[in-house]
Antibody, heavy 119, light 108 residues
Framework: EVQLVQSGAEVKKPGESLKISCKGSGYSFTSYWIGWVRQMPGKGLEWMGIIYPGDSDTRYSPSFQGQVTISADKSISTAYLQWSSLKASDTAMYYC????????????WGQGTLVTVSS | EIVLTQSPGTLSLSPGERATLSCRASQSVSSSYLAWYQQKPGQAPRLLIYGASSRATGIPDRFSGSGSGTDFTLTISRLEPEDFAVYYCQQYGSSPLSFGQGTKVEIK
């Protein structure tokens, strides 16, 4: 069974750094793209970027380029999303998802990680 | 960048009725690389349709997708109580990937 398990909720202050994780199991982690999606409170889904854990090829949405870093450690089947300096506007639910068999659509989703940034 | 516009913003229907949701792209979506997702409150999105018309594993056949080019439709033939949710389209034919803003299907 394919599963994506994300790290737990975080409460941070503006300016702090953060790295959240997404652990894949039940499939070949290096063979499928992992994507990250933001959902701000009461709002829609926003695509942030994707990574191919097999070779760490990474693509970012222009809206998030330079704002976050996406990485993966294939030895432990885990993808990451990190910030070097959080802002209050980063408060959101963040989902990781695994691509489908035939394209960059998202067939499997993690449970989400809620990030709250507040002074 | 392809912008997806979903309409209507909210659809108020009764169980048993037919729901028709629209997703219009600002430019042609190559190879009909268009997906639909359902999201219920407090839950992660769930894939319904990919390739514009292929149902994902385990999705009931009351859900169907159609369209090509710039105009796509998700149809729910007869609404069940569990179908009241928010629906998003997403194009994956060109980078950057993009989602529509969502259509909420609510109980009338």
């Amino acid at each position: 069974e394919v599963q994506l398990v994300q790290s737990g909720a975080e409460v941070k202050k503006p300016g702090e750094s953060l790295k959240i994780s997404c652990k894949g199991s039940g499939y070949s982690f290096t063979s499928y793209w992992i994507g990250w999606v933001r959902q701000m409170p009461g709002k829609g889904l926003e695509w942030m970027g994707i990574i191919y854990p097999g070779d760490s090829d990474t693509r970012y949405s222009p809206s998030f380029q330079g704002q976050v870093t996406i990485s993966a450690d294939k030895s432990i089947s885990t993808a990451y999303l990190q910030w070097s300096s959080l802002k209050a506007s980063d408060t959101a639910m963040y989902y990781c998802a695994r691509q489908g068999r035939s394209g960059w659509y998202w067939g499997y989703w993690g449970q989400g990680t809620l990030v709250t940034v507040s002074s | 960048e392809i912008v997806l516009t979903q309409s209507p913003g909210t659809l108020s229907l009764s169980p048993g009725e037919r729901a028709t949701l629209s997703c219009r792209a600002s430019q042609s979506v190559s190879s009909s690389y268009l997906a639909w997702y359902q999201q219920k409150p407090g839950q992660a999105p769930r894939l319904l349709i990919y390739g514009a018309s292929s149902r994902a594993t385990g999705i009931p056949d009351r859900f169907s997708g159609s369209g090509s080019g710039t105009d796509f439709t998700l149809t729910i033939s007869r609404l069940e109580p569990e179908d009241f949710a928010v629906y998003y389209c997403q194009q994956y034919g060109s980078s950057p990937l993009s989602f529509g803003q969502g259509t909420k299907v609510e109980i009338k």
